[in-house]
């Protein structure tokens, strides 16, 4: 495929989701270069987060759009969106404000797995998740 | 949830598959940051890849296992696995050989959306994708 025809199709035609109407997104610090998250978009997320430069996700497990940082206050400014060969996976690269993370960290990605199977911190906490959303507890 | 709690549990113990027996796996250049690619692992490609530290993913196309670079030559050597904090989503640092993308790139995230819904090429091609996987049409 010739560079030209890669990019015959405009982006949102290039999008495609999967058969419960979502595709993944990663997201990275725009700067660093550090992935912060993965999540899941639908279409309407996706034209919210292209029209508000704000990262929008659909919650699979409150089933209802989700605004990141609207609770948290820890909102993402969108700088790009890259998508994959296959259309089926978007890249954000984003100003992380806060920590992505509800558990308090920066990354959600803060465990490295060890040579015994056993795990490792591997981040930094940034807040306190039970002053942020409460104790579970 | 304390730091201990978080770590209680063995890496295997905390990989979550999904309901396909599948985990998505983001893959990231170790020293540079960039994102290469993101494939989806089952557990005998994750303790393959854990075994062997080269890249080892469950091709949704094909239904079978698919050792990253069998074919053209472009593996990747893996230095770190990280876990998010729901346990559904696996980061691969690597040291990527030649391009990840089967498009010739290096990585699969060479498309950028721009403001008027077009995209623009944001990568480098480090291969003739007709040379190495053979012409396809």
New interface residues.
């Given amino acids: ?1 010739s ?1 030209n025809q ?2 015959q ?4 035609e ?1 999008v495609k989701f999967d058969k419960n109407g979502l595709i ?1 997104a ?1 997201v ?1 610090d725009h700067e ?4 912060l ?2 999540a899941w978009m639908n279409r309407q997320s996706l034209e919210m987060t ?1 029209e508000r430069k704000k990262a929008c996700y659909w919650s699979r497990s409150r089933q209802k759009l989700w605004l990141k940082g609207e609770s948290s206050g820890n909102m993402q400014d969108v700088h ?7 259309g089926d ?1 978007l ?1 954000l690269k984003v100003s992380q404000i806060g920590g992505a ?3 308090g ?1 920066h990354s ?7 040579e015994d ?6 981040d930094t906490l940034m807040f306190n998740p039970d002053e942020v959303y409460g104790k579970k507890n």
């Fill in positions: 495929m560079e890669d990019l199709k405009s982006f949102l290039t993944p990663i990275q660093t270069g550090k992935v998250m993965m292209l790009d969106i890259l998508i994959d060969c296959d996976t890249l993370c509800h558990m960290y959600c990605f803060y465990r490295k797995a060890k199977n056993s795990m490792e911190i591997c």
